[in-house]
């Protein structure tokens, strides 16, 4: 059996190319399934904590309901910001609104990501070197695992890396210092949540205002798949 630095590299390119490659060949109705069984998988095959029991769920409880206290607050007032405003009503987001909320961002994103990169991956690098490079580790593959996404959605792949790979960064830090997986899945939900509810609110408050003279339609911008 190969060691543990060659497994969380192994698993670390697995899940870049996953992404990257395969899962945007998927057909759409398929890509919620597979992705929440992946996990799992990955979690039973890694032999992963998840800490979903006392004491570790209280601590996450608590560090995630205040971390994604901090994150919806931010988001709501982001949306005050005209440029933001603007980019979120150009979006062309996934129908129907209700499953996307209550099935596809929870399940087919939330749980998968976290139970694969935090839970299985991060544990994994953890174990092979050390904690705070495991984390960078695992952290970089999250980001790396959103270009497909910035390329799809037409936004800087950069920009999308960095910003995507500071919270796989903060998301690994709640999972460590909370002991239990729910501590970053309720950030990383209240993230999508909060922005999926911004965009709906702003499209349907726009739709509801007469359109000005001469305006011509945005070319809208798709979420990510997932």
Do not use: Y
Request: hydrophobic fraction near 55%; aromatic fraction near 6%.
């Amino acid at each position: 059996m190969p060691s543990k630095p060659i497994r969380a590299l192994l698993l670390s390119g697995a899940l870049v190319l996953w992404s990257g490659l395969v899962a945007p060949r998927v057909p759409a109705r398929w890509l919620l399934p597979v992705h929440a069984a992946g996990g799992a998988g990955l979690v039973a095959l890694v032999n992963a904590p998840l800490g979903l029991g006392p004491p570790a769920l209280r601590r996450g409880l608590r560090l995630g309901v205040v971390a994604a206290t901090v994150v919806s607050a931010g988001i709501a007032g982001a949306t005050a910001l005209p440029r933001v405003r603007a980019a979120m009503a150009e979006r062309e987001l996934p129908e129907p609104a209700a499953g996307w909320l209550l099935l596809r961002i929870p399940v087919g994103t939330v749980w998968s990501e976290e139970a694969a990169f935090r839970a299985a991956l991060g544990t994994l690098a953890a174990e092979a070197f050390g904690p705070r490079w495991g984390r960078l580790l695992q952290a970089t593959a999250f980001g790396l695992s959103h270009v497909a996404d910035a390329r799809g959605a037409g936004e800087p792949v950069v920009g999308t890396v960095l910003v995507t790979g500071a919270a796989g960064w903060a998301f690994g830090w709640l999972h460590a210092r909370s002991g239990s997986l729910l501590a970053p899945m309720l950030a990383h939900l209240a993230t999508n949540e909060a922005g999926a509810v911004a965009a709906i609110a702003i499209q349907l408050r726009r739709r509801g205002r007469p359109p000005s003279a001469g305006a011509a339609p945005c070319p809208g911008r798709r979420f990510r798949r997932r």
